[in-house]
């Protein structure tokens, strides 16, 4: 698969700015790289060349080229319904969002997966363009980041431990 939903399309036509560090560190993909690539990816993150599958639609990075991907395990739902997960280049890794709709609002109070990740308890100004597109499209209500962020991790609190076993 290497079209996105439309809705993530849309957003991705949205501008990331970085802010000198006070914005948004991601660079968005208009198409998911492709199967053969997140695998490659995959065994080069893990060093294991034994991974032979991958549950991951990568669909942007950080500014050092870390990933940010669905983690495709819930067969039953659809893309969008997704957990959203970061692999920084730095061996960082996390939940993000339990979904695109939280990961709209993460992405309104200026927290892409970089910063869901790494700062999750830091304060951040919300961002308009993204709060706009949020109140537009997000069928939940808006909660404060880390709230977000916290329910995704007690939603899935073996990712981590899970990514690592697969580490050699």
């Known amino acids: ?3 996105f939903p439309t809705l993530l399309s849309q957003l991705h036509q949205l501008e990331f700015d970085y802010a000198d560090g006070e914005g948004i560190d991601f ?4 198409n998911f790289i492709s199967t053969t690539d997140t695998l490659e990816w995959l065994r080069l993150w ?3 060349s ?5 549950p991951f639609l990568v669909f942007g990075q ?3 080229g870390g990933y940010a991907a669905f983690w495709l395990i819930e067969a039953s739902l ?3 319904e997704q957990p959203i997960v970061f692999f920084g280049s730095e061996g960082e890794i996390g939940v993000v969002a339990k979904n695109f709709n939280d990961y709209l609002w993460l992405l309104a109070q200026n927290f892409g997966p970089y910063e869901a990740v790494e700062e999750s308890h830091s304060n951040r100004s919300s961002n308009a363009v993204f709060l706009d597109f949020a109140e537009q499209h997000a069928t939940s209500a808006y909660r404060p980041a880390f ?3 916290q329910a995704a991790q007690i939603a899935y609190p073996t990712f981590e431990t899970q990514i690592e076993a697969l580490c050699r």
């Open 147 to 149: 709230e977000m962020i």
């Open 27 to 30: 660079e968005p993909f208009q």
């Open 62 to 64: 950080d500014g050092t």
């Open 1 to 3: 698969m290497s079209n």
């Open 78 to 80: 659809d893309i969008l």
């Open 46 to 48: 893990t060093g294991n």
């Open 50 to 54: 034994e991974i032979d599958h991958s």
